[in-house]
């Protein structure tokens, strides 16, 4: 999604995906010149409602927050996932090596 004012690009976001499970809100931006102008929050209301038009239920969104725009994803109902679970971020070629990963999932019954 962008929103451009003549040529000038002024905002950004995409969502992407496997089309049935897991879906990754990635890439907001707003302008520089243009925060503060309630643009993050139209492109997050524009964002949660296509979640909610096209996604099947049941399915993830996640997304990765910095501070301070996690306060904003909160209020479309984006919650940090600590201190149950970590995520991570690494090189491709060396892999994700996790500290320590809990889940709240109750051990498999075999």
Known sequence: ?????GPELIKMGRVSGDGGVFFLVTDIAVKPLHQGKGYGRKLMEEITEYLRREVPAGSFATLIADKPADRLY???GFQPVSPGQK???G???AGC????LES?????II
């Open 1 to 5: 999604m962008t929103l451009r004012l």
């Open 74 to 76: 909160a209020q479309f």
């Open 87 to 89: 995520g991570c971020t």
């Open 91 to 93: 090189d491709s070629r």
């Open 97 to 100: 090596k996790l500290e320590r």
């Open 104 to 108: 709240n999932f109750p051990e498999p």
